[in-house]
């Protein structure tokens, strides 16, 4: 799996963000699977708890397919 932080997204106008955030997933292939793209900010703490969830996600998942 692959997640992309839109990072310096507080340098741009909200309008302006969801923009290049469409623009990210349309450039997206079918085969690209797994690929998840998001904006984000650490200055402005913008996307930090998407962030977080989505690494929650793949460590859940990857115990779930540990050997015992």
Known sequence: PVHILLSKSDKLSRS???QSLSAWRRGL?????????????SHHKNGV???REKVLEWLKFRQKKAPV
């Not at 699977?33 to 984000?40: A, S």
């Open 29 to 41: 292939q079918p085969q690209d699977t797994g690929v998840t793209v998001q904006l984000f900010s």
């Open 16 to 18: 302006a963000g969801q």
């Open 49 to 51: 708890e998407e962030t």
